[in-house]
């Protein structure tokens, strides 16, 4: 398995243009993670699915933070209109669920985003 | 509620030297414990979990629950040890499988 998969890895653009990052996650993990990483604040959580289904985005931190997962093997997180206080790289990961709870998570290799 | 406290942001140490990254955690239940370490603009990637008792690079860590502890440890640091070191729990018991992250560790070893 190729592990969890992200794209882009790099992506600079405009203030108030729309951003989406793409997941794809590891075969047979029902559980997806989207996070933020942070210099001030660390990693921080904004969203996660269970079998593709929203269960918590109490941290998605406004209306112009978006999450789908249309199916089992991908996600995306969009932001529109973009800021430059959501530069940050985002990081997405996945698990097994209940039962082979004590794996913990596999990461992707994150999205640097900038905006400027 | 659930956290994990990870009081040094900054730890130097000369090469050869122990290590100890403290990481203390408040949890109401059995809490699982994992260590996550991060190198330099690399993707994090598990360390060790408690629940396995294992020991990974040279590192180990113990949950202490009479301190709520589980600091991470190894008795000769190296110099590709140098990395973010992250701890972390799940944030509720039961199915929910989201896990809350210190604020993260950076080990410089120096030589």
């Known amino acids: 398995d190729a592990g969890v998969i992200q794209s882009p890895r790099h992506e600079v653009t405009e203030m108030g243009q729309e951003v989406t990052l793409r997941c794809k996650p590891i075969s047979g993990h029902d559980y997806l993670f989207w996070y933020r990483q942070t210099m001030m604040r660390g990693l921080e959580l904004l969203i996660y699915f269970n079998n593709n289904v929203p269960i918590d985005d109490s941290g998605m931190p406004e209306d112009r933070f978006s999450a789908k997962m249309p199916n089992a093997s991908f996600s995306t997180l969009k932001i529109q209109p973009s800021e430059p206080r959501d530069s940050a790289v985002y990081f997405c990961?996945?698990?097994?669920?209940?039962?082979?709870?004590?794996?913990?998570?596999?990461f992707g290799s994150g999205t640097r985003l900038t905006v400027v | 509620a659930q956290r994990v406290t990870q009081p040094e942001k900054l730890l130097s140490v000369f090469k050869g030297a122990p290590v100890e990254l403290k990481c203390n955690y408040s949890y109401s239940g059995s809490p699982e414990l994992f260590w996550y370490v991060q190198y330099s603009r690399q993707r994090l990637q598990l360390l060790l979990r408690?629940?396995s008792r294992e020991s990974i690079k040279g590192f180990t860590a113990d949950l202490n629950k009479g301190e709520t502890s589980f600091h991470l440890k190894k008795p000769f640091a190296q110099e590709e040890d140098s990395a973010m070191y992250y701890c972390a729990l799940p944030m509720a018991s039961g199915s929910a499988r989201q896990l809350t992250f210190g604020s993260g560790t950076q080990l410089t070893v120096l030589p």
């Open positions: 408690h629940i």
């Open positions: 990961a996945s698990s097994r669920g209940q039962g082979q709870a004590n794996y913990g998570y596999t």
